[in-house]
């Protein structure tokens, strides 16, 4: 028996306490910083080198607008349709691909690919995974900021078709007000909406496309998408009006109303267009080029 041992029991039997050796708890180890985005050097947007193995996905289509323009509306109502598909807003361009290491950068520089090439190849098999899934054959994505990078992704799908949704400017303004009073103050919204505006008038420019007037659409859907269908080369179907009775993949917001106005055969004018009055300076520009003027 140890003197240790000998004093601490004397100690207890003493004191009714025991010494013990303190232990340090250990200091959690930090996580390593994340690792920075190093972009292959030379980096250039270019088509497919390949395109049989390079894309997945054949034709797909982006339906391009501004925010506030209905094309939540429009997305639920084709993807009512049998042969189209149209997911939530998946917002694909906004995924970037890391090659943080040196053998890694140096592996796809001898594979043959720009940094772009390999987010392309990324983007294309996760949307052709949501279609696939979906078990229809033609793809349309929604995602309003699309317009931004309209050039990306003509060149990522050359391929690729494209439907413009337009709405009179002051009442996208108006909305994305309204959307949010607080946090979205009037005189924020000229410059933030005429920016999506602005894009897609000059996609409109420079691609080809099927271009649909909100207005239009909610005052006699079936016409416009009987339009939309022969564009896309399926037959119209009425069940693209019942499109509350469908699953659309997430929360469908403020589109409910129309349901019954559809199913009822009732005309939607939807709110009054403003009188050129109304209108801000800083939009007459693209009302008249939309012809809203």
Known sequence: MSWKYRANATLGGLTGYTLTRA????????????????????????????????????????????????????????????????????????MT????????????????????????????????????????????????????????????????????????????????????PENRPLEEAVPRTLSYMTYLQEARTHLRGATVRYEALVADPEAELR???????????PGMLEYGDKDHGGFVKGIGDWREKIHSGTVVQGRPLPSPEEVPEELREICAQWRYL
Not at 78 to 88: A, G, K, V
Not at 229 to 235: D, M, S, T
Request: hydrophobic content about 40%; overall charge positive; glycine content about 4%.
């Open 23 to 94: 232990t340090r708890t250990p200091r959690p180890v930090p996580p390593p910083p994340p690792p920075e985005t190093v972009r292959l050097p030379g980096d250039v947007v270019r088509p497919p080198v390949d395109p049989a193995h390079d894309r997945l996905l054949r034709a797909p289509v982006f339906l391009l607008s501004s925010v506030r323009s209905g094309s939540t509306l429009l997305r639920v109502l084709l993807n009512s349709h049998s042969q189209i598909h149209s997911p939530i807003e998946t917002h694909f361009r906004r």
């Open 97 to 180: 691909v890391g090659l943080p290491t040196d053998p890694v950068r140096q592996a796809m520089e001898l594979l043959g690919h720009t940094h772009s090439d390999i987010e392309h190849i990324v983007w294309d098999r996760m949307l052709h995974r949501e279609l696939a899934r979906s078990g229809k054959p033609i793809l349309v994505e929604k995602t309003p900021s699309n317009v931004f990078a309209w050039r990306r992704v003509s060149t990522c799908w050359p391929d690729a078709r494209f439907i413009f949704l337009l709405r009179h400017p002051a009442s996208i303004m108006q909305s994305w007000h309204e959307g949010d």
């Open 227 to 237: 339009r939309l269908c022969a564009f896309l080369g399926v037959e119209w179907e």
